[in-house]
């Protein structure tokens, strides 16, 4: 390949640490579309000839087609997918082969390649986040009246609808799926044309290729076009925020499917065994998720690391780029694929939720706010229902069990409509504020969610 200039090959150690071939062939089909669309704009200047722009248009379809259906294999001897592709052309169709690398380099082509190689990637990402966000949507819609405690320092705090708190991770999602739009709409520009780094003398069109390979623009510089991986950086920013997301749902589906808890049961298909206790069934998919989140971040970091001392434009440094950002969208995908299912596959028990609900003291805050609707200042009643909270402790019973005398010894305020006001299911019902936990606000929470999906018309 550097025919010209170099007397000697590349020592064989030396090769095989600069070759990328291993993890860039994964791109041959954007990589070979690419030049399809840059030979066509090279026929149509006038920059080859329209007989060679042909053969080398019809080289490049039959090697894809080769590809595809295993009659061509990937020659790992290569340095990387563009000069293995560009050799089998030439071994094809000869001397027009060698014209396909006039006014290109590979700096724009790999740039070029990885946009829309992470192009597709995105689009099927979109895809999962939005069978999982149905999954749990399903899931809240069927536990819309289950009741369980909500947490804050994971110490039981107020009750709360359980679908309230799937539908928490909704919203999550849905951010991530605009996150995911917006770092798709900058990377969808064209660098093919910016060639090494300067530009080209040749008549080129880069408008022509870009809208060829469905790009929104070309890159406006040159050298900005070649030297730009903020898209990777974006993408991966994008799927350690997703990777966080299911990293904090996996550790509560942990939590819940303890014994402790008991608010779930993992479906067995999503579960292990232990090879020595055999009462075990451990949330390993959840487990791992969660373990996989600190990876995506490893990616990230790598990326940004390799890219923060590097002088424009193309640095050799740049081919790193690919096995951290492919690594990313690998582990998302695996991620996202075992995790819609194990969500949907999982079963409520409501009756543990609402037992738990009911020993915590969670309608302490609406003891307290009775209080205060009988005319209390909330500090005096804030402390009223600590102290019974305290005496409860004591005689090992809950607020709802103590008889109204007892009450009466700390306020004469307190009536036999209290009994109705600590209800752990009004107190629930009662906070129906906007977002809040109750049925009406969870109601306007799944219209939104099937909204913004497009699953209904609004
Ligand atoms: N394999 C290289 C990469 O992934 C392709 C670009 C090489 N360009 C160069 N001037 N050596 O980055």
């Known amino acids: 390949m550097w025919a010209g200039r170099f007397q000697k090959a590349l020592d064989s150690e030396a090769d095989d640490f600069n070759s990328s071939i291993f993890f860039d062939a994964r791109m041959y089909k954007q990589d070979i579309t690419g030049s399809i669309a840059h030979a066509g704009m090279l026929k149509k200047c006038g920059i080859v ?42 071994s094809r169709i000869g001397e027009a082969g060698k014209r396909l690398h006039t006014a290109r380099s590979r700096n724009d082509q790999v740039a070029v390649d990885i946009r829309m190689y992470l192009r597709d990637e995105a689009e099927e990402i979109r895809g999962l986040l939005i069978a999982l966000i149905k999954a749990v949507l399903s899931q809240a819609e069927h536990t819309k009246t289950c009741i369980m405690p909500g947490y804050t320092h994971l110490q039981r705090a107020q009750p ?106 993992l479906d067995d298909a999503y579960t292990t065994g232990s090879s020595i ?68 596959t999982m079963k409520p028990l409501p009756e543990n939720m609402k037992k738990a609900a009911q020993t915590g003291f969670i309608n302490a805050t609406d003891a307290a706010d009775y209080l205060v609707g009988k005319g209390m200042p909330f500090r005096a009643a804030y402390k009223i229902s600590g102290q019974l909270v305290a005496l409860c402790i004591e005689k090992n019973t809950v607020l709802e069990a103590l008889p109204l005398a007892v009450y009466k010894e700390y306020s004469d305020l307190f009536a036999e409509d209290l009994y109705e006001a600590i209800n752990i299911e009004t107190c629930a019902e009662k906070r129906g504020s906007a977002g809040g936990t109750g049925q009406q606000s969870l109601s306007a929470q799944i219209a939104f969610v099937k909204a913004q999906l497009g699953l209904t018309e609004e």
């Open 49 to 90: 000839s329209e007989a060679d722009g042909d053969r080398i248009i019809e080289g490049l379809q039959g090697i894809l087609a080769d590809l595809e259906s295993g009659a061509l294999k990937i020659d790992y001897g290569a340095e990387d997918i563009h000069m293995f592709v560009e050799a089998e052309l030439t």
């Open 160 to 265: 709360i609808y359980f679908a309230h708190q799937l539908l928490a991770y909704c919203m999550m999602f849905l951010r991530d799926l605009d996150r995911l739009a917006d770092a798709v709409k900058r990377m969808n520009i064209s660098p093919l044309g910016c060639c090494a780094l300067a530009g080209t003398s040749y008549p080129i069109d880069r408008a022509y290729t870009a809208s060829l390979l469905g790009f929104d623009g070309v890159a406006m510089n040159s050298i900005d076009g070649v030297s730009d991986r903020d898209f990777c950086a974006e993408l991966l920013s994008v799927f350690s925020i997703i990777m966080m997301h299911l990293s904090r749902f996996s550790e509560e589906i942990i939590l819940w499917s303890s014994a402790e808890f008991r608010f779930i049961e």
């Open 277 to 344: 206790m055999p009462q075990k069934k451990n949330p390993d998919m959840a487990e791992l998720v969660r373990g996989k989140t600190g990876r995506v971040y490893g990616d990230l970091t790598a990326l940004l690391t390799a890219l923060k001392g590097l002088p424009l434009a193309y640095n050799k440094d740049m081919q790193e780029d690919k096995e951290a950002v492919f690594d990313g969208v690998d582990t998302v995908k695996k991620c996202l694929r075992v995790f819609a299912p194990m969500v949907s």
